[in-house]
């Protein structure tokens, strides 16, 4: 069936980013402010089942395909152009909205199609736009854009060599569940891994994510990772493998964080830790636990783009991003103190936050399933994260020492953005049922009993105490903590750099013997072709005729004798 | 003229008095646990104050966890770039 393309959401963002470029103004903000809602709107006009659907190569790309789980997804993801475009208008280069809304309707795009090639077309639109978002921000990015981007093909290398072997032995391009038994399913599934920011790769982001400018990481935070979390809700769920890599980027994303000192790899370590939060519900694979997963990574998108916000505007305001430099900007910044505490107590999981209503439900699903060890470290997992990220980022950059600092609040349009994504984080603790009433499964679940919410106090409030306590331990110093990217940005090197030096020491005899022969035979040249050699002496006319007379003779006697 | 104080949120009266609404309000959440009735998933969740302890305790384990590994992993500013 070939549907109707004014049905294709994606292309709206895309396309509006592109056309951004050329655009100025009021016109290029009122383009930018309403695409990512007109999209909004676009996406609950599609009904269930498939809405587009094109013959290519004689199979049938599925589009554009309606389900509760992609309209989620989709849904958020059009929020998060929207508050980033009103965020990011001051952003002086262009081309970084335009890549960011490119990079954004892609993510569409892989949310709302039902079959592995486009998923695939969308995935490496994601990984240029995103690239391109890093390159936006100048000569300072560009290294780390390049090892994201080069992190980001090898994914995507890998992903297609499953998908290929995939279709060749199912001969299905379906985008559904699977199981992991086979080669190629392997091959998928770490390829989509690799962009989840799963270990053992997982540091490209910590890597590129805080060389982004100020309004880039906002976007970046939101759609790559969060991609991949929908990507295995559909093709993994259940796998169990996943509880074990989500435990350990849960707490890979606390350690890494609470040793941190720029706020911005804080905030990049703490998108591990949550998206380990989400993996481990996948793994899990109970309706609780999958709706869990789903409901985090909605909450997650808006809480961490509040947060990366909030950094934005102090690193917009004072150029400054570690918490060694910060300090005592409450002064001052009174509007993104208060938006930035609602953002790290709503990722922190506080009651009447949306933290508390979506991660509330995969501890939930880690319970119902009888796995006490996955439960106990969900919860020591949930207080870590309060000390990593819920008190540690506001405390070291709005209050902690008095830096001297005074920058004023962000401009008014940068302060709205943050203040609608505050409002969402209260609005969605306060009012769970409009979030629940959009998850792939039914909800029977109740976040809020008097039971649940002092247990989450004592913790969070618990770990608050331990914070104040443990404060000179946690004291911040001009480091930074080398991760698995150590791998290629070091050992890579001293690796690479052996081999020349060993090839050096191999090759030096090999090559003498080779320069003596090449010399013995320019010396041997030499006496044959110069002045005086007999083939380098000038010939006179009548011994070539006599010569050319002595060929012809012998070819004609072979002839005629032969 | 009067001399110039610092915010009053920073001052130490208020810190000390900051302090004291903050044990309080542990001090209550510790003591409505004897009036919830909790259901336990594995047995020991359901102890009184379990949340505040295995929160405190667990907090402890990854700020000293984390200060051993920092002690490997910590690497002046400009490493990667000599």
């Known amino acids: 069936m070939i549907g109707n393309f004014m049905l294709f959401p994606a292309l709206v963002l895309i396309f509006s980013g592109f056309l951004s470029l050329f655009l100025r103004g009021n016109v290029r903000a009122a383009l930018l402010l309403g695409a990512p809602l007109f999209t909004l709107w676009m996406v609950w006009q599609i009904s269930d089942g498939p809405q587009l659907s094109v013959p290519y190569l004689g199979y049938e790309l599925t589009l554009v395909y309606g389900s509760k789980l992609g309209r989620l997804f989709a849904t958020v993801f059009s929020l998060m152009a929207f508050m980033g475009a009103l965020f990011a208008l001051n952003q002086r280069s262009k081309l970084e909205l335009g890549a960011a809304f490119t990079y954004a309707g892609a993510a569409i795009g892989v949310a709302l199609c039902k079959d592995l090639l486009t998923l695939f077309v969308f995935w490496e639109v994601m990984a240029v736009a995103s690239t391109l978002v890093l390159v936006s921000n100048g000569a300072a990015a560009l290294k780390a854009a390049l090892r994201y981007g080069l992190m980001h093909f090898l994914g995507g290398v890998i992903l297609m060599a499953g998908i290929a072997g995939h279709v060749a032995q199912t001969g299905s391009i379906s985008f559904e569940a699977m199981t992991l038994e086979r080669w190629p399913e392997m091959l998928m599934l770490a390829g989509i891994l690799i962009n989840a920011a799963a270990v053992p790769l997982g540091a490209w982001l910590p890597d590129a994510y805080p060389q982004a400018s100020w309004s880039g990481m906002v976007f970046l935070s939101a759609f790559t990772t969060k991609t991949s979390v929908f990507v295995l809700i559909v093709a993994f769920p259940g796998e169990q493998v996943l509880i074990w890599i989500g435990l350990f980027m849960v707490f890979h994303g606390i350690i890494w964080a609470i040793l941190e000192n720029d706020m911005r790899r804080i905030l990049a370590y703490s998108i591990i830790n949550q998206v380990g939060f989400m993996l481990t519900g996948i793994g899990i694979g109970s309706e609780v636990a999958l709706n869990g997963a789903a409901a985090h990574a909605f909450t997650h998108i808006i809480y961490k783009a509040l947060l990366l916000m909030s950094a934005g505007s102090v690193v917009y305001m004072t150029g400054k991003s570690r918490c060694s430099d910060l300090g005592g900007l409450f002064r001052t910044m009174p509007v993104t103190m208060v938006t930035g505490v609602i953002g790290a107590l709503a990722i922190s999981a506080f009651p009447f936050t949306s933290g508390f209503v979506s991660k509330s439900m995969v501890t939930q699903g880690a319970a119902d399933a009888h796995l006490s060890g996955v439960w106990y470290l969900l919860v020591a997992a949930s207080a870590g994260v309060f000390l990593h990220a819920g008190i540690k980022f506001p405390w070291f950059v709005f209050f902690q020492k008095d830096s001297g600092l005074r920058p004023s609040d962000p401009p008014m349009n940068m302060q709205v953005a943050m203040i609608i ?108 072709h110069n002045e005086k050699g007999p083939l380098g002496r000038p010939a006179q006319t009548g011994s070539i005729a006599f010569l050319m007379v002595l060929f012809l003779a012998i070819f004609i006697a072979l002839r005629f004798y032969s | 003229m009067k001399q110039q104080q610092d915010h009053w949120l920073v001052r130490p009266r208020t810190i000390k008095i900051l302090w004291i609404m903050f044990s309080v309000v542990l001090a209550l959440l510790v003591g409505a646990d004897f009036f919830v009735a909790h259901h336990p998933h594995f047995g020991v969740d359901g102890l009184p104050s379990f949340s505040a302890v295995f929160g405190f305790i667990s907090c402890v384990i990854l700020v000293f966890g984390a200060k051993a590994l920092g002690l490997l992993l910590k690497k002046p500013e400009d490493y990667y770039d000599r």
């Open chain 1, 421 to 528: 994504g505050a409002v969402l984080c209260i609005f969605i603790g306060v009012m769970p049922q409009s979030l629940y009433a959009i998850l792939p499964f039914y909800v029977d679940y109740v976040p809020y009993t008097f039971s649940h919410v002092v247990s989450q106090l004592q913790l969070l409030l618990f770990s608050g105490l331990a914070f104040f306590l443990m404060l000179g331990l946690l004291k911040r110093t001009e480091t930074i903590t080398i991760d698995s990217d150590w791998l290629w940005r070091r050992l890579g090197l001293i690796l690479a750099n052996g081999t020349v030096r060993l090839v050096v020491r191999v090759a030096a005899p090999v090559r003498h013997a080779g320069v003596q022969a090449v010399q013995a035979l320019l010396w041997g040249l030499n006496k044959t």
